[in-house]
């Protein structure tokens, strides 16, 4: 299957009725979700956000942060609903700049993946998760296997086993 006809998220439908934002619903649509791993603790506070995601196309994704206080895995989330896709010359680029952001704010590795990507590091172990992760940002390193027109390839085992050396 081709990548963009792969990567689905589910998205959460809000509206403000005056006194607040309101629930409605969800829907599942074009998308992903970033996650950023934290060794021991969250950063104080996070900056460059805006800026990371002002640089995707206009009107093109709706975007939440979503904090987990996991036991062992304290991971912030990022859904990204899509809109409007990037072109193929532009999405490589958007998607190391969005990891990216996550390490600079003191993650020690960021993903990637569809709606099944959790927030457990255990999406780097080839035996439990294999299929989970899309790409990838540690160490300096930006890891993507197939582009939007391409069809879809997530991160071999090796390259996830690189990531689990990499998280000791």
Known sequence: MITRESLLCIRTIREDDGSGMRFLGQEEGDGLRFFGHWKTHFPHSLHGLSA???AWPEQGIEA?????????????????AILRWPSADEWPVLLEKTLKWFTDQ????????????T???DNFDPILARGNVYA???????ILNSNLDEEYRILTDEQLLAVQAHLG
């Open 136 to 142: 990838c940002y540690f160490d300096g390193r930006f």
């Open 106 to 117: 003191g993650a020690i590795v960021a993903w990637c993946g569809d709606e099944y990507s």
């Open 64 to 80: 939440s942060l979503v904090r987990w206080d996991g036991e062992n895995y304290p991971v912030f989330r990022l859904d990204v």
């Open 119 to 121: 927030a457990s590091i």
């Open 52 to 54: 990371v995601l002002q």
